[in-house]
């Protein structure tokens, strides 16, 4: 339900990535102009800047014609996906594989109870990991499993639905919709309930209906029924089963809302309070439900959706309950799907490969337990990642970034001349705010998981335990102060994020390490890759949704008509460029959904390069020697750190779900709306890079 804005958030397989290209051949078949001879060459006899992969680069390429190309060119063709992954990049990936050793090696320890004297929560981590990783024990998991699935689903009326409903959701599993604690969003000082459509087996609605989508649906379906057959039921009680969950799960699918609708933070606001709810959709007995989840007495209550919600209690009037019964066990059992026998993450594994990401193999069973860990104790893991693993200095350079950009913005801020005095002062507020609440490296206070009960009994137990620890953490913040020294990521996530509900901008430990971060780099170089990122998070406040918040979090209009429409219209210009470009085969960007992303990525390059400038002004000139100049160095440090390959599946599905632009694209679509992108690399007007007149984007 929060409305969070990152540099990549894509939750996919229990794994954070990001959109990527398929084959280098895919270049072609999407936008990339015929070969020509490179006009801009560098000087061969000068030495590559620190920083620079050289063995990535593609020197015969035209910078001017597909910088993706001439950046990435020679890592696309020489780099394999590896058979595990959908997907494989020289930034997200590489740093997670990098982290994820250490996390594997922390964890070894944590298991063997060889954790150093003192670590917080060794214990929970050694059961949790040790039980995870115990396949021998996950093959006599089912009867624990279906002992569950036989204690809730068991509806027989209304009453004992809602009561079903609450006691998983208590759990940490999503039938129907999904609860949680959320600032309003209209009064960000006060944490409320947040009610959420959530509860499909597909990752996404159009999947449900769309034509091109049917074969997907048609897996699914098998799928489903697999599944009901791997627990012991008749084929022809499981081929019954997959058709009532699919018609549950079509009628939740029809009353969601789209990903375009769900970026307006005004249309998730529907504060209906518990009063209003039990009126809307009376039908789901609500008092049953919230006793059952752990919330008895909660009042303050947003719904993403009215029309969802009615629709739940609709499928709770009239639905039979041996439906109700089949999609409530099929919820659990596809949730627990990593605690069951091999059999079940056999076939689980053989449908997401086929369907949705292509993946040879699946991931070693250690891989999955580093990422559940992390998800499951992320402060209790993190805190000994960041002991073993990050530097002062990666924290005291971020931060000087942080504040360089803040000045770059502000710098440019009072360039713009559709902007007007009162709308410009509240922006400044805002980025000074914003840039006052920056969080770099790991949560100033670590979570507290004292009450966790963890064994080595099994992991099903631990992982409902680490569940139900979560739900009832959530929960409690209903009616307090906001905690602001709260981290939505652990420390070692690849990732970041701005938070417009808190007006702060988050770097997590985990990605300020090369590409992103390097400490042998130039400092162009890094101000190319990291120095974006911190653009980027900066700009999210500013762009189509961020802006709809003011510097308190709150969802207002701050700013005045004719500067709003001013925007509006810079912006149409981001998503007309990004709607002509197509991700896969036929499969066009969809310019509205990657909006905000699209316009972070161009302010934070136009940011990070004027703050890079400013740095430089500063500081004796140091560019001669090497074979780029600073501003060369700027751009491939950010285009290396996008060189990606992924698998025809996972790009089709994250086309039609990402925010984000395909990589290729994220180098591509911006730098052509640069002049220091033309300027660096001497481009013609004419060149394939270069927009134009009104083909040409500016929004910061």
Known sequence: MRTISSLLIVVFASC????????????????????????????????????????????????????????????????????????????????????????????????????????????????????????????????????????????????????????????????????????????????????????????????????DKKPVREQYRTHVEAMFGLLGLDGKVCQRKADE???????????????????????????????????????????????????????????????????????????????????????????????????FQDEAFGFSSKALTGAKADRPRWKKCVSFTDGDLGDALGREFVRRAFGDDGKARTSAMVESLQKSFEGNLKTLSWFDEPTRAAAFEKVSR???????????????????STSRGSFFSNSLAANRFEVKRQLAKVGKPVDRTEWLMSAPTVNAYYDPQKNEIVFPAGILQPPFFNRDATDAVNFGSMGMVVGHEITHGFDDEGRQFDVDGNVKDWWSPAVGKAFVEKASCVKKQFDAYTAIGDVKVKGDLTLGENIADLGGLKLAHAAMAEWYAKKADVDSQYRFNRSQQFFLGYAQSWCTKVRDETAKVRAATDPHAPPFLRVRGPLGNLDAFTTAFQCQPKAPMVRTGAERCVVW
């Open 434 to 452: 914003m840039v006052g609440n920056n969080k770099i490296g790991f949560p100033s206070q670590w979570r507290d998981y004292a009450t966790l």
């Open 16 to 211: 954070a990535t990001q959109q990527v290209q398929k084959e280098p051949t895919s270049a072609k078949e999407v936008a990339a102009p015929p070969p020509a001879t490179p006009k801009f060459v560098a000087d061969p006899s000068k030495p590559m800047p620190p920083g620079v992969d050289e063995t990535a680069i593609d020197f015969t390429a035209d910078p001017c014609a597909d910088f993706y190309q001439y950046a990435c060119g020679t890592w696309m063709a020489k780099t394999e996906i590896p058979a595990d992954r959908p997907l494989y990049s020289r930034g997200f990936v590489a740093i997670q594989e990098r982290n994820e050793a250490l996390l594997k090696a922390i964890l070894d320890e944590a298991a063997a109870n060889k954790l150093p004297a003192g670590t917080a929560f060794a214990k929970q981590l050694g059961d949790y990991y040790a039980t995870c990783t115990d396949e021998a024990g996950l093959e006599k998991a089912l009867p624990e499993v279906k002992k569950f699935i036989d204690s809730v689903a068991k509806v027989k009326d209304a009453k004992s639905l809602a009561t079903s409903v609450g006691t998983i959701h208590a759990a940490g599993f999503r039938p129907f919709f999904d609860i949680g604690a959320i600032q309003d969003l209209k009064k960000s000082t006060e944490v409320i309930a947040a009610l959420d459509q959530s509860g499909l087996g597909l990752p996404d609605r159009d999947y449900y209906f769309d034509e």
């Open 245 to 343: 969950v699919l018609s549950i799960e079509t009628r939740l699918a029809k009353a969601s809302q789209t990903r375009v609708q769900r970026r307006d933070p005004n249309t998730l606001y529907n504060r209906v309070d518990r009063k209003g709810l039990t009126e809307k959709a009376g039908d789901f007995a609500w008092d049953a439900y919230f006793t059952a989840v752990g919330a008895k007495d909660v009042q303050a209550i947003n719904v993403n959706s009215v029309p969802y919600f009615v629709e739940i209690a609709a499928i709770a009037k009239d639905t039979k309950p041996e439906l109700l019964n089949s999609y409530l066990t099929w919820v659990v059992l596809r949730s627990s799907t990593p605690a069951l026998p091999k059999a």
